[in-house]
């Protein structure tokens, strides 16, 4: 047993240190083999970075991030390290965006609605029903000149974005079947505190409220409110389901994920660590896409399994939604840019 133990402490020594010379001068396998690594290793450092997001672990934003960290790594041959942090142990949102800037954290995965705050121009956003499926947003937000746009707003307030996934879109849940857009009218539904989120509900007729979203499910049990509006991913976490009879595909608004860090680090990092961060955010995108897919799909699973209906908008309908916020859409460009807004919608 001695000799066994013995044995197995020398195997785990020459395991170290073939592991410390993979990584050394000539670099690993996978590196050089890799596109972003065909660079000299000489130019890519050794880093330990940390990422944080104010999510669950079982969320699509969690495992987004989580496939960066290990995208990173794998394609800097273990030279370039993150560490997730998830469930806000780094901070809350706005924390974590000030952390950034302070250097503290490297990376942070987050919906863009808490960096309104402090980029006002993504309010762009917050325009309703400009794309009807998933598939059209991934375009819009992964068109070369929106990116170069809306990168320009992260690069002002000194970020850096690496890429936008989503966890799918918005939708209503409510007691009254939407079959036209008359049937919106005098729905009380809880909304963020968003002047535009309000702005978009009140165009629909629909007499929005805001309301803390821990008051939300006893609101709709006891009649406070009639409707509410999150992501498939919220409705079923929440369990709003038990309080609602159907759940209306909406799709006024989608939640994106965005993936930054601070232009200060991106900038000060050379060519070939620059390319190991931008393939490693296509890559962690890309999975976090599917992800989100396929949990929509299981969520909706649940919501039916659960006696709530799924609603679709017809199309004539959605048109009419479309019409009616005009006003919002206005607006929103007031706030932004016209640039940003054409640059968004593909115009």
């Known amino acids: 047993m001695k000799n066994f133990k013995k044995l197995v402490s020398i195997l785990i020594i020459m395991s170290m240190i073939f592991s410390l010379t993979a990584c050394g001068g000539q670099g690993s396998e996978q590196a050089t083999d890799t596109p972003a690594n065909n660079n000299k290793t000489s130019d890519i450092g050794e880093y330990s970075w940390s990422l944080g ?27 370039m390290n993150i560490q997730v942090y998830s469930n806000g142990v780094l901070g809350g949102d706005r924390e974590m965006l000030e952390s950034i800037k302070g250097g503290n954290i490297q990376f942070v995965v987050q919906t863009t609605a808490p960096q309104v705050n402090f980029m006002p121009k993504l309010a762009v956003f917050d325009i309703p029903n400009a794309y009807a499926t998933i598939e059209e947003v991934r375009k ?39 079959e036209s857009i008359d049937d919106f009218k005098g ?45 498939y991913e919220v409705v079923v976490s929440a369990k709003f389901y038990e309080q609602q009879k159907y759940v209306v595909k909406t799709n ?4 994106l994920l965005s993936l930054i860090t601070s232009s200060d680090l991106f900038k000060g990092l ?35 399994s659960n006696g709530a209906e799924i609603v679709e908008i017809n199309g004539e309908t959605f048109k009419a939604m479309q019409d009616a916020v005009q006003p919002v859409y206005a607006s929103i460009k007031e706030q932004v840019s016209e640039d940003l807004v054409n640059a968004y919608l593909g115009k």
């Not at 969690?62 to 030279?79: I, T």
């Not at 955010?281 to 799909?297: I, P, T």
């Open 53 to 79: 997001t104010d999510s669950p672990e079982d969320t699509v934003t969690h495992k987004y991030a989580v496939k960066f960290a290990e995208e990173v790594n794998s394609l800097s041959g273990g030279k």
């Open 140 to 178: 819009a937000v992964d068109n070369e000149s929106f990116i170069k746009t809306i990168n320009s707003v992260y690069e002002d307030a000194g970020y850096h974005l690496m890429a936008y996934a989503d966890q799918g879109f918005r939708v209503m849940s409510t007691n009254k079947k939407i």
């Open 187 to 231: 729905q009380k539904i809880r909304t963020m505190e968003n002047s535009n989120h309000i702005a978009y509900w009140k165009a629909l007729g629909a007499n929005p409220t805001p309301m803390a979203f821990a008051e939300v499910y006893i609101g709709l049990q006891q009649g406070a409110i009639d409707a509410q509006e999150n992501p």
């Open 252 to 255: 006024h608004i989608p939640h």
């Open 270 to 304: 050379s060519d070939a660590e620059k390319a190991i961060l931008n393939e490693a955010a296509v890559n962690a995108k890309a999975y976090a896409r599917q992800q989100a897919d396929s949990r929509v799909s299981d969520r909706v699973s649940i919501i039916e």
